[in-house]
């Protein structure tokens, strides 16, 4: 979409969101009636982080100290939070307005100084010990509402430092992330991206932006120019970016080392006490199913009408479909979708989608992307979208409000202290609502070419989501490992690790997708691997997600309620605990075959089609 035509579409959205649609922009004065509230706020909660330093000292004296101070940590907390929601919500649709870049940064100043202030409260815990602890819990019945945070604590003993250590290591946490902020410049601001002409004579500058957008050009050669100059100009700075990059993995050895943790995996993964196990099974089990992801090339390399796929070939559509949807039909169509989920959880989401939560429309000056900001306890949650009127649009819509509906009924179900669900739990909801949207438009599918492009859409969303995340989740463990056993990256080693994860996964050596050398360096075109073990909660998500639907769909309402009450525990427990009440362990590689085994009837139902349409009687 050339700027032009993306200016019309932005004015004519507005005019659209004005003339018919009073909820899709949303209504910040939940939050805050305006600025001077927020400001009071701020300061009032400046005064009181201070004041929490007269907790110091005395979390073990008697149960009624711990209460207390306990409770204003907390409070404090929750309210910093709410500040927070409010100054990042009204930058991100006016990214240009400096005024509101400062609030959010002066909020974020804020939660380091609460990090600073309560650094004391882990190892005071800890000094106090589990015995007396438990008696302070024993007698003062409102502690309740901090047992979990207590026993948590007492867990991660041996990995919690004296007051002191732990009061510089949260100050250091800046320093510790300049990696991170060094590549979020580089690659976003100062690489001097290519611009390139297409074979229809437009142009396109390939930053990130242009990139995402160009690799689906039905032109292959204009996929080959665009992979060609967008992965060149990585190779131009991968030896910096490959500093940035292990700079942010020694960061996280450090810390291993620091708290007494055999490997960086394991510190990540004792965060949440996720079992390693969960980690490795996913790793294997995926690599064990190679040939699904393998077949799925195959069939896209047939309808593409090409001799040899390559890497510039994975991401066009091989079936096209002119429909729109309307933010309106997206609601209607979630709604019917969602049905097996129960009226109960389709109450609470018919009146929540009706209210002013949403930013649906793409304007001047707003984030692109979507996502859901629930972190407002008191409030509720808001929903980031970019409506285009597509597929991808309500797709994105069942997504984001999967995390809504989460955290709706989480802080309907539990306190402030235990409503935090982990991002191991958090993708589930917004998936389970796309494998039931996927089942609404097959079903509802119109003609066996709609059906097709509907089987292509989830299955593509596999790869990405569940092939692909599970490649980066084992290059991160690669990267880390080769740290931990003294080995430095330098870019050429990062495109040799990378490179030879990229060619197993997509098939190289067998000849079913062939890997140039230039496209290895595409490590450093992801982000995430600066978010120390993070994106195998993608795959472990969508996993739980597919499994819990076909418990849905074969034993209905009593597989319906352990799914919900996995939405409805939030954070009031361990996150593979929680899963594992409901009847899913993530450390059992089923949970993964689940996806593997409708992955296959989906291919399947694609190849019966294509026979059909080759074939036809």
Not at 4 to 26: E, R
Not at 283 to 309: A, K, P
Request: hydrophobic residues 40%; glycine residues 4%.
């Amino acid at each position: 979409m050339n700027k032009l035509i993306a200016a019309l579409f932005i004015a004519f959205a507005t005019l659209a969101v004005q003339a018919q649609d009073d909820y899709a922009v949303w209504d910040l004065t939940d939050l805050y009636p305006d600025i001077a509230a927020w400001e009071a706020h701020r300061n009032e909660i400046a005064e009181r982080v201070e004041t929490l330093q007269e907790c110091n000292g005395q979390l073990a004296k008697n149960a009624n100290n711990l209460s207390r101070c306990m409770d204003s940590i907390s409070n404090t907390y929750k309210d910093l939070l709410r500040l927070y929601v409010h100054a990042f919500l009204a930058k991100d649709i006016d990214l240009g307005n400096s005024e509101l870049r400062e609030r959010v940064s002066m909020a974020q100043t804020l939660f380091t100084r609460f990090s600073e202030v309560t650094s004391f409260v882990g190892p005071e815990l800890i000094a106090a010990g589990e015995r007396r602890l438990n008696r302070h819990l024993r007698r003062n019945p409102a502690l309740g509402i901090h047992d979990f945070y207590i026993a948590n604590t007492l867990r991660q003993a041996p990995h919690i430092l004296s007051p002191e250590e732990e009061k510089i290591l949260a100050a250091a946490q800046d320093a510790l992330s300049t990696p991170a902020s060094i590549y979020e410049v580089l690659a976003n601001a100062e690489i001097p991206w290519p611009e390139v002409a297409l074979s229809d004579g437009s142009k396109v500058k390939l930053n990130s932006q242009g990139y995402v957008k160009s690799r689906t050009l039905p032109n292959r050669e204009d996929r080959q120019q665009v992979f060609n100059n967008f992965f060149g100009t990585f190779n131009d700075y991968r030896q910096t970016l490959a500093l940035a990059l292990e700079g942010t993995v020694k960061h996280h050895v450090l810390l291993a080392k620091t708290r007494n943790f055999g490997s960086s995996l394991t510190r990540a993964l004792s965060l949440d006490n996720i079992p390693e196990a969960v980690y490795r099974t996913l790793v294997t089990t995926v690599n064990n199913n190679l040939d699904t992801l393998h077949q799925l090339l195959s069939v896209r390399q047939r309808l593409l009408g090409i001799e040899q796929s390559e890497y510039y070939d994975v991401y066009p559509s091989v079936i096209s479909m002119e429909k729109t949807y309307s933010i309106e039909d997206a609601k209607r169509i979630t709604l019917e979708a969602f049905a097996p989920l129960g009226e109960d959880y389709l109450a609470t989401y018919r009146d929540a989608v009706e209210q002013n939560w949403m930013h649906v429309y793409p304007s001047e000056g707003k984030r692109s992307g979507a996502y859901v900001m629930g972190a407002a306890y008191d409030v509720h949650p808001y929903v980031l979208l970019n409506h285009q009127n597509d597929l991808e649009s309500v797709s994105t819509f069942a997504h984001e409000w999967g995390h809504a509906m989460h955290s709706l009924l989480a802080n309907e179900n539990q306190p402030f202290t235990k409503s935090d669900y982990a991002t191991f739990t958090a993708e589930i909801a917004s998936i389970v609502n796309e494998v039931l949207l996927f089942d609404y438009f097959r079903a509802n599918a119109e003609t066996d070419e709609e059906r097709l492009f509907f089987l292509f859409a989830e299955l593509q969303q596999v790869r990405g989501t569940f092939f692909r995340q599970t490649q980066f989740a084992e290059f991160e463990l690669a990267i880390h490992e080769h740290v931990e056993q003294g080995g430095a990256l330098s870019g050429d080693k990062l495109n040799s690790l990378y490179g030879d994860i990229l060619k197993r996964y997509y098939g190289h050596e067998e000849g079913i997708m062939n890997i140039q050398d230039t496209y290895t360096v595409e490590w450093a075109y992801i982000p995430h691997f600066y978010r120390d073990f993070y994106v195998y909660q993608y795959a472990t998500s969508m996993a739980a997600a597919y499994y819990l639907a076909d418990q849905i769909k074969e034993k209905g309402e009593p597989a319906q309620q352990s799914y919900l009450d996995i939405l409805r525990a939030g954070g009031s427990d361990y996150p593979y605990d929680i899963l594992k009440k409901a009847g899913v362990d993530m450390a059992s590689a089923e949970v993964y075959e689940a996806v593997i085994q409708r992955m296959q009837r989906l291919l399947d139902e694609v190849e019966e089609l294509l026979a059909k349409t080759e074939n036809p009687s």
